[in-house]
């Protein structure tokens, strides 16, 4: 389920895309790797992966990120050898944001005139092997601004995130 969405859209899911080849066959296209992952504080077995950060029209930062739950997978780490079972994720809104470290400035999830926030937070149970796609804006820094601190909640901060145009 997802928490207070103030813009109703579809988080485009990042993972592996078809394409035919020269001689017809299916290719398998990988998504580009994470700009960075970490695991969750409360259980190792689920990992957090920042897909994108991205300077957007309206003078906005657009952030996405996705849950996995790697319980029962072979990837590695500690969550190789975790036995399946789903994993309950939870957050408060004040527990998502980034940091500016050029600026030293905290920036919130933006809200429409209506007060809601502009996002779309996966918050709930996350089965063994499944994913979970998010996504939030922000106010954008200024242009010269161009890495990032960004934290969700229960995850060790993200650190010098790079900001694509």
Known sequence: ???????????????????????????VAQAPAPLATAQYNND???Q????EVKR?????????????????????????TAPSKPIN??????EIYYIDPAE????????????NRVAGIFEGEIAAGQQRGSWAKFAAPPPSSTKISFTIAGFPP?????ISQ
């Open 44 to 46: 190792p077995a689920l």
């Open 56 to 80: 957007v029209s309206g003078g906005a930062l657009s952030i996405r990120w996705r849950l996995t739950n790697t319980a029962g997978s072979s990837a590695g780490g500690l969550a190789a």
């Open 104 to 115: 030293n400035k905290k920036y919130t999830i933006i809200t429409d005139p209506s007060n």
């Open 89 to 94: 994720y939870s957050f408060h809104w004040d």
């Open 48 to 51: 957090c992966d920042v897909v």
């Open 1 to 27: 389920m997802f928490k207070a969405l103030a813009v109703v859209a579809a988080v485009a899911a990042v993972g592996v895309a078809a394409f035919p080849d020269d001689a017809g066959a299916q290719q």
């Open 158 to 162: 993200f650190e010098d995130l790079p």
